[in-house]
């Protein structure tokens, strides 16, 4: 663990109700089953001193945080009805998410263009380590997972996008 560090997740597309239709309500940390959330979970919990999932319905959540029932909400497509940046501003002041030393957020451009945004009046130093690499999702998760095994929350121990050509060689 990092002392000062939040980290922020994605949530994802695979949740525990499309194996379990009848599942009832559960934590965020259990409802969001696809592997890419299980990598960025084991990456969170291995790094940071706390760590919230940006969901497309709820915003920022805590990882206890339930979830009643399943539903389908995605940056990607306005007519599912996003949160909006206006309610994660709200959101990190309600839940204090700023008072962070350092800030690392994972997932795709469209979760790095909302904490960014969001983020944005903060003045805070935010990081996307695995942004910018050229790498598709599956090499990402596997960039990802080494950074975990060695007790890196940087590839190639650097704390900047420039690292194309090092996480090659990882």
């Known amino acids: ?3 000062g ?13 499309d ?3 009848t599942h009832k309500s559960c934590p965020a940390k259990d409802a969001y089953t696809g592997s890419p959330f299980k990598v960025n979970r084991q990456y969170a919990e291995k790094f940071a ?3 919230v999932i940006l969901s497309a319905k709820y915003g920022y959540i805590e990882p206890t945080f339930v979830i009643p029932e399943d539903y389908n909400v995605t940056f990607k497509d306005i007519r599912t009805d996003p ?4 309610t994660l501003k709200q959101q990190i002041h309600e839940k204090s998410l700023d008072r962070y030393s350092s800030i690392i957020g994972l997932g795709g451009i469209e979760y790095r263009n909302l904490i960014q945004e969001s983020f944005a009046s903060h ?3 935010i990081q996307f380590p695995f ?3 050229g790498l598709r999702i599956g090499e990402t998760m596997s960039c990802i ?3 975990i095994s060695k007790g890196e929350p940087y590839p190639s121990n650097m704390k900047s996008i420039e690292v194309k050509e090092s996480i090659i060689q990882l």
Not at 5 to 17: D, R, T, Y
Not at 83 to 86: G, I, K, Q
């Open 145 to 147: 997972k080494l950074c």
């Open 19 to 21: 194996n379990y239709p």
């Open 123 to 125: 003045n805070k130093q």
């Open 1 to 3: 663990m990092i002392n």
């Open 131 to 133: 942004a910018g690499l």
């Open 49 to 51: 001193e706390k760590w």
């Open 5 to 17: 560090l939040l980290v922020i997740i994605p949530c994802g597309a695979g949740k525990i109700w």
């Open 83 to 86: 949160v909006v940046v206006d």
